[in-house]
């Protein structure tokens, strides 16, 4: 189905209206901070940590600490608790899922995000 506003990229495939603000973002936020999870498979906490940023729409790299002992050295080298997950935006230890989902609820993730969405909550 083609969406009002949708365009077709040079592969000749009609883009949703999704993928064009996808792309958009993309371009927009170039700047975004790099937001990393350490999980472990087995962790409840940890695929909720990976549902509620994939709902808020939010990018993430994944590090898995099952069985990787140089990746449960490198969360207490960055300076947070060897439990998982262990949530770092850029730099900055966010902690783990209570902390995000207080983020998402007082809408301060979008602020540590620089988008300027507003969530009704």
Do not use: W
């Not at 990229?9 to 170039?30: A, D, F, H, M």
């Not at 994944?62 to 439990?83: C, F, N, P």
């Amino acid at each position: 189905m083609l969406l009002r506003g949708s365009r077709k990229p040079r592969s000749g495939r009609t883009l949703t209206r999704i993928e064009i603000e996808s792309q958009y973002s993309l371009k927009k936020n170039r700047t975004l901070p790099k937001i990393e999870i350490y999980n472990s498979e087995s962790c409840p906490f940890c695929r909720g940590t990976i549902r509620l940023l994939k709902d808020e729409g939010v990018e993430f790299a994944l590090y898995s600490i099952d069985g990787d002992l140089r990746k449960r050295r490198e969360i207490t080298a960055r300076g947070s608790d060897h439990s998982v997950p262990q949530i770092f935006m850029g730099q900055r230890p966010i902690g783990g899922f209570d902390e995000l989902t207080a983020l998402i609820f007082n809408g301060e993730l979008d602020s540590l995000l620089g988008l300027g969405r507003r969530h009704s909550g």
